[in-house]
């Protein structure tokens, strides 16, 4: 999900903000307004079409629970602790919101966009905690 995103968007910190990333990568919702009325449709679907399909399809995997793998932990052992944190603080909070959203009764495809937003967050966190060094 994130490697197929980064190659498709680049360096994600020329977002100032997650809500810009989620706004390209088209995961916010439409919005109809006249008057004092307001109503938000389905999303915007605009931006890069293969990095938001790659963060839907990748979002379906948080229907299980948080929970890593050893090959996993032997690749997260390579990165740094801040890095860590906050994958595993996105790998937990996402199954959980999951799990909130389905209890409610919401629509499973909602849902499933809904866990895609913001795990895009997290990779643009991510992305701000990782220095790349600049080419030659």
Known sequence: MAVTTVAE???LTRFEHPRQLMNYLGLTPSEYSS???RQQGSI???GNT???RALVEGAWAYRYPAKVSRPL???LE???KAIQAISWKAQVRLCKRYRQLMAKGKNTKQVVV???REGSTFMWAIAKQVTVPPKA
Request: proline share 5%.
């Open 114 to 116: 809904a866990i895609a």
């Open 78 to 80: 390579k990165l740094p």
């Open 35 to 37: 008057g004092g009325r």
């Open 50 to 52: 293969h990095a938001r």
């Open 9 to 11: 968007l680049g360096d």
């Open 73 to 75: 932990q032997l690749r």
């Open 44 to 46: 915007t679907k605009t």
